[in-house]
């Protein structure tokens, strides 16, 4: 009895040897999202969010640039409204376009190569923008610098740590804050003097000086793995690791085989809900963030506001029987108003950092929809030339926290395996937001200021509807690794998979 007894002792101790053995070897691997948690945030981080940061400055001056330059062409070609309207509505089609088609290519060829590419490829159609000799040119050459647009956000949130992502999005709203401001101070300084096809050779200077500064940013290591370049990414990951002052996990990258989610999966049961009301807000925080910009252009252009203390320019309203005015550049006043607006896109970064981390993502979406509604009507209203830029200061600040709002919920609500490609679709569906709204701004605001601005405060406040039937809150919870159909739950950080919010 007692040998019987020593044998299965020494049984279950071998066993117990070759479990611990296989558990050490197993805690040898680790994979690309461990390696970058465990580095953490640093100097590299640091580097990659003023330079990929940096990408929002080209895309908000070339957004903003649409409605610096439509007076300039109006002009020059005498446009009707709908022929300036379809200028926007086409780079937003370069974006929404060729945004599908840069993720595939990223995928196939790599993340770096997409996205240098891209800033060459936008910098070269915007000089020939500069160079076109009729409207039909025009059209087409900016619907070419949209799809260069598209490709910079293909390597954004590839190596930052995932606490850190929410709270770095609103603050990339400055480098967009500052793109607009760019371009309004070009126009301010250059239209007049030089004209504006000047104003679209410097507004290059920008994207050739990211092309410089991105020789710095390295491929992507989850694409390296990816396509079999394991020494690649490591090397990668032991640069970043240098640079900020950390060290990789012990033992071997090898990424975990995941199965990936399809278009299907978003509409399935468990995500239909979910996936039908995001894609309409992200229609709405397109439509209106956009409207926002084109109304405010057009209003001044052509003088609709109701002010009460309107000076000699500001009183002559640019509307015609049977008659256009296709003359009408900004004064300086109409630029200043400009710039103060676009501070708003920044100035209120902490409220919406607070929102966030109090009352959560669905309450803040409803709270910033439902105020966007109200300051769409108020901008109808009577007042000083004061009053209206106070109100275009709040109306962009609230169309601009919403969209960051909208854009945190999306990356949090959906799990790991259809997290991509349901970000995907959402841009998709911002794009065509951001197509339609030019004709509402541009078009129907020439025949009422109340008609064109309706649109943006009912959209507004279906959306608000909406998110309150979104069935998730996703403050404070932990990420999903696979679909809920399997109930398997990543912590992120401290919070525990079991605690209820």
């Not at 990223?106 to 240098?116: C, E, I, L, N, P």
């Not at 598209?150 to 990339?172: G, N, Q, S, Y």
Request: glycine residues 8%.
């Amino acid at each position: 009895m007692t040998g019987g007894r020593k044998g299965s002792s020494m049984k279950t101790q071998l066993v117990n040897a070759i479990q611990l053995q296989e558990l050490e070897e197993e805690e040898k691997f680790y994979s690309v999202e461990e390696a970058v948690e465990s580095i953490g945030f640093g100097r590299f981080h640091i580097l990659l969010f003023i330079i990929m940061g940096s990408a929002n400055i080209v895309e908000a001056m070339e957004i903003m640039l649409l409605a610096v330059v439509s007076p300039e062409i109006r002009c020059e070609w005498h446009l009707e409204d709908w022929q300036v309207a379809l200028v926007s509505t086409m780079v937003f089609l370069g974006f929404m376009v060729c945004g599908v088609l840069c993720g595939y290519v990223a995928d196939k060829y790599g993340r770096w190569k997409v996205v240098f590419g891209g800033f060459v490829w936008a910098a070269y159609f915007s000089v020939l923008t500069s160079f076109a000799p009729s409207y039909g040119w025009f059209i087409f050459l900016r619907s070419m610098v949209g799809c260069g647009v598209a490709a910079t956000f293909v390597l954004k949130t590839e190596f930052i740590p995932a606490k850190h992502r929410a709270f770095l999005l609103p603050l990339a709203s400055i480098f967009w804050m500052m793109g607009s401001l760019l371009i309004i101070i070009l126009g301010m300084t250059v239209v007049p003097t030089l004209g504006w096809r000047w104003m679209i050779r410097l507004s290059v200077v920008p994207g050739l000086i990211l092309i410089g500064l991105f020789q710095l940013i390295p491929e992507s290591a989850r694409f390296q793995v990816s396509a079999g370049n394991v020494e690649g990414a490591v090397a990668t990951l032991k640069w970043i690791a240098k640079m900020n002052g950390a060290s990789l996990p012990e033992g071997e990258l090898r990424e975990p085989v995941t199965e990936r989610g399809n278009a299907v999966t978003l509409i399935s049961p468990s995500f239909r809900r979910t996936s039908l009301l995001l894609w309409y807000s992200w229609f709405v925080a397109s439509f209106s963030y956009y409207g926002s910009v084109l109304s405010s252009s057009e209003l001044l252009e052509k003088n609709l506001l109701c002010v009460t203390d309107a000076d000699e320019k500001h009183s002559i309203k640019h509307i015609k029987e049977g008659e256009l005015c296709y003359c009408i550049p900004f004064n300086m006043a109409d630029y200043q108003t400009l710039l103060i607006s676009c501070l708003g896109e920044v100035a209120l970064i902490p409220l919406n950092i607070g929102l966030l981390n109090t009352v959560g993502r669905k309450s803040s979406m409803i709270i910033l929809l439902l105020l966007s509604a109200i300051f769409f009507m108020l901008v109808n209203i009577c007042t000083t030339m004061f009053g209206f830029t106070v109100l275009l200061f709040l109306l962009r600040s609230l169309v601009s926290m919403n969209f960051n709002v909208v854009y945190i919920y999306t990356a949090e609500v959906y799990p790991t395996s259809v997290r991509s490609i349901g970000m995907g679709f959402c841009t998709s569906f911002s794009r065509i937001g951001g197509m339609i709204a030019p004709f509402i701004a541009q078009v129907l605001m020439s025949k009422s200021v109340l008609l064109a601005l309706c649109p943006f405060s009912v959209t507004c406040c279906l959306c608000a509807v909406g998110t309150i039937l979104l069935p998730i809150e996703t403050r404070g919870r932990a990420l999903l690794q696979v679909s809920p159909v399997h109930s398997v739950i990543v912590v992120i950080g401290t919070v525990s998979a079991w605690t209820v919010f």
